[in-house]
């Protein structure tokens, strides 16, 4: 299965200047949770503004058309039918995780969505593309806690395609 993980804003801003224009440890927990033995796909700036450091427990895909592109404790692919291939054959989930090019690249692949809406307006450069929301359903949605470390209103929500 391929599924999107992502936060966003109220304007779906996901990202600012390489990394997230939010601190939310609830989302944080959420995605560790969410992608923990499984495999995460991201592209390389992604992945360095994680200063280039591989998440735990997890199959770290980076995703670069620079051929010469090497990292540690991860997997470096080139292309999206490299990933599909990947994913077709590994009986974990593979979660796309970002920027916003490699969410544009398997927007045609994608099974489920999980977005944490975040109630607020951040400053952004990068946002997530255009989904066409027609084709989704709604089928949970949890609210966030707020309290004195998450400050931000959010809510996570899960769509599945509305034929599946």
């Keep these: 299965m391929i599924a999107f993980l992502w936060a966003q804003d109220k304007n779906g801003a996901i990202g600012y200047q390489g990394t997230l224009p939010w601190y939310l440890p609830n989302d944080l927990k959420f995605f560790k ?5 499984n495999a995460v796909v991201m592209g390389r700036k992604t992945f360095e503004g994680m200063n280039k450091r591989p998440l735990p427990n997890r199959i770290n895909i980076i995703l670069t058309t620079d051929r010469s592109y090497q990292a540690e404790g991860v997997k470096v692919m080139h292309s999206r039918e490299e990933v599909l291939d990947f994913a077709k054959e590994y ?6 995780t970002g920027g916003a090019n490699v969410f544009s690249f398997f927007m045609e692949d994608v099974d489920v969505l999980h977005r944490t809406m975040i109630e607020g307006e951040f400053k952004g450069d990068t ?3 255009e989904i ?4 989704w359903k709604l089928v949970e949605t949890e609210e966030g806690i707020v309290d004195d470390r998450n400050k931000y209103p959010h809510v ?3 769509y599945r395609l509305n034929d599946k």
């Design 127 to 129: 946002f997530i593309p």
């Design 91 to 96: 009986s974990g989930d593979t979660f796309i």
């Design 156 to 158: 996570f929500e899960t």
């Design 33 to 37: 949770q969410m992608t923990l033995n």
């Design 132 to 135: 066409d929301w027609k084709k």
